[in-house]
T-cell receptor
Framework: DTGVSQDPRHKITKRGQNVTFRCDPI?????LYWYRQTLGQGPEFLTY????????KSRLLSDRFSAERPKGSFSTLEIQRTEQGDSAMYLC???????????FGEGSWLTVV | AQSVSQHNHHVILSEAASLELGCNYS??????LFWYVQYPGQHLQLLLK??????LVKGIKGFEAEFIKSKFSFNLRKPSVQWSDTAEYFC?????????????FGTGTQLKVEL
């Protein structure tokens, strides 16, 4: 059990550019989640996958955001045409099943300048 | 929509003082309850959880929490805090009914323990 890993840990990008984050969940965890956290706030749910199926998306996930989990293992979160309001920590988490503990990665900090 | 309220946003204590952080949630169905902790520069870590059974649950580092169903509360306690407990603490709720499952977090409580 190597934990949830995320890459990159930090990303600085210019407004309008696209960015992609990768998440590798704990092996054998079939649920994978993306959250966003801004300073002074708790993490906010963005979306989650059961295996490769994306089962729920928050209204926070605008059309510029897309998440995939092509083979039910790692996942990517892409943000197109970044805006300054996208600056946040993007957290990935995983769990074995819906009633299990959700374990978080270290997060990917995004700064849009 | 479900929500989680943490009443104390910033708490400053001296070492050896007792700690209680409040957490209330608004959800009428069956829930799993969690406290996560985020130490400076580190990721969210599970402190303790309640799924069922004894409403008084014990976690790591001497923390405990009590689930009071009638009050929709899950308060975190520690009898004697240490400087190393300085961190941000998040209460979170995972509803088990109504479809889907995702954690809803409170806004967090920044705890500073002074020597």
């Amino acid at each position: 059990d190597t934990g949830v890993s995320q890459d990159p840990r930090h990303k600085i990008t210019k407004r309008g550019q696209n960015v992609t984050f990768r998440c590798d969940p704990i092996s054998e965890h079939n649920r994978l989640y993306w959250y966003r956290q801004t300073l002074g706030q708790g993490p906010e749910f963005l979306t989650y996958f059961q295996n490769e199926a994306q089962l729920e998306k928050s209204r926070l996930l605008s059309d510029r955001f897309s998440a995939e989990r092509p083979k039910g293992s790692f996942s990517t979160l892409e943000i197109q045409r970044t805006e300054q309001g996208d600056s946040a920590m993007y957290l990935c988490a995983s769990s074995y099943h819906r009633a299990d503990t959700i374990y978080f990665g270290e997060g990917s900090w995004l700064t849009v300048v | 929509a479900q929500s989680v309220s943490q009443h104390n946003h910033h708490v400053i204590l001296s070492e050896a003082a007792s700690l209680e952080l409040g957490c209330n949630y608004s959800y009428g169905g069956t829930v799993n309850l969690f406290w996560y902790v985020q130490y400076p520069g580190q990721h969210l870590q599970l402190l303790l959880k309640y799924f069922s059974g004894d409403p008084l649950v014990k976690g790591i580092k001497g923390f405990e929490a009590e689930f009071i169903k009638s009050k929709f509360s899950f308060n975190l306690r520690k009898p004697s805090v240490q400087w190393s407990d300085t961190a941000e603490y998040f209460c979170a709720v995972n509803p088990l009914t109504g479809g889907g499952n995702k954690l809803t977090f409170g806004t967090g409580t920044q705890l500073k323990v002074e020597l």
